[in-house]
């Protein structure tokens, strides 16, 4: 597949492109997993952990970590303002983008993600290390949040009221309102269960292919674009239960698509359907 058709080619990298940057000093490489633990039974040579809990979630209020926060996590992980920041993990690269979204949050300036993530470097029997990597020592100075990628419930309130598209990327069960949230997840549920009235229902899981690489610019644009009608030119709010599968559906619009006005809601379904008053479809 040639990735130089999509908007942003450079945001994606190949697994020969890490294998071969592995010990690049200039280059850190990130692993953030849905499951947590995987990074400890192997890992790609040099390679840090990102735990999505432990790590990036505030630990009083539902928010993420603040930017001082941010500063001296990628202090502790070696990160420097000019590092090249390539982020892999499991599942379609689910957490990966999830992980580079908040990164740019915070103004991290070279973001990239492995293409094919964990299952390709496993499938091409590349090899995986369970050392812990010597870190450098860095200084790190973040921006304040940039909230242009980032919508609120006030923000999708106007977004429904003014007919803009709303995407839900959950499945096709939660969205009818069959479920309130997948198996396994009983944490991440709501009062209620259905979707944002309007909102176009997009699985997250469909802008990837079997061996987990994203679907070439063509198929994406069918997709997004003939079979479900958004156009480039459109200002989108991306949800899901709590915005880790809607950071996937961001990248892609945002990077793979070149929708310059794309925002992820991560108070997503978890905030909505437990909301007093607000409109909600079956």
């Known amino acids: 597949m040639n990735t130089e058709d999509y908007a942003h080619p450079d945001v994606l990298v190949s697994t020969?492109?890490?294998?071969?940057?592995?010990?690049?000093?200039?280059?850190r490489i990130v692993e953030a997993d849905e499951d947590v633990g995987l990074y400890d039974?192997?890992?790609?040579?040099?390679?840090?952990?990102?735990?999505?809990?432990?790590?990036?979630?505030?630990?009083?209020?539902?928010?993420?970590?603040?930017?001082d926060e941010f500063d001296k996590l990628m202090v502790a992980k070696g990160i420097a303002n000019d590092t090249t920041?390539?982020?892999?993990?499991?599942?379609?690269?689910?957490?990966?983008?999830?992980?580079?979204w908040l990164f740019k949050?915070?103004?991290?300036?070279?973001?990239?993600?492995?293409?094919?993530?964990?299952?390709?470097?496993?499938?091409?029997?590349?090899?995986l290390v369970t050392d812990i990597p010597s870190l450098p020592t860095t200084n790190y100075q973040g921006s304040s949040?940039?909230?242009?990628?980032?919508?609120?419930?006030?923000d999708t309130e106007a977004q429904l009221e003014s007919k803009k598209p709303l995407v839900d990327v959950r499945s096709p069960a939660e969205y009818a309102g069959e479920i309130i949230a997948m198996e396994g997840y009983p944490?991440?549920?709501?009062?209620?269960?259905?979707?944002?009235?309007?909102a176009l229902s997009i699985p997250w899981?469909?802008?990837?292919?079997?061996?987990?690489?994203?679907?070439?610019?063509?198929?994406?644009?069918?997709?997004?674009?003939?079979?479900?009608?958004?156009?480039?030119?459109?200002?989108?709010?991306?949800?899901?239960?709590?915005?880790?599968?809607?950071?996937?559906?961001?990248?892609?619009?945002?990077?793979?698509?070149?929708?310059?006005?794309?925002?992820n809601y991560d108070g997503s379904w978890t905030e909505w359907g437990s909301l007093v008053r607000a409109p909600i479809e079956k």
């Open 105 to 127: 949050l915070f103004g991290h300036a070279d973001c990239r993600v492995m293409n094919g993530g964990r299952a390709k470097w496993i499938a091409e029997e590349k090899p």
């Open 41 to 67: 039974t192997g890992h790609i040579q040099g390679a840090v952990k990102l735990d999505w809990q432990e790590d990036l979630q505030a630990p009083i209020i539902r928010d993420f970590i603040n930017k």
């Open 145 to 154: 949040e940039d909230t242009s990628i980032r919508a609120f419930r006030k």
């Open 187 to 198: 944490q991440e549920g709501a009062q209620r269960a259905g979707h944002i009235p309007g």
């Open 205 to 263: 899981s469909q802008a990837a292919n079997p061996d987990e690489t994203f679907k070439s610019i063509t198929d994406l644009r069918k997709l997004y674009e003939e079979e479900n009608g958004l156009k480039p030119s459109d200002e989108v709010i991306s949800y899901c239960r709590i915005g880790e599968r809607s950071g996937h559906t961001w990248f892609v619009l945002k990077y793979l698509l070149g929708y310059d006005n794309v925002k």
């Open 85 to 100: 920041v390539v982020f892999y993990g499991d599942k379609n690269n689910w957490w990966a983008c999830y992980t580079l």
């Open 16 to 27: 020969d492109w890490v294998a071969e940057h592995a010990n690049d000093p200039s280059v």
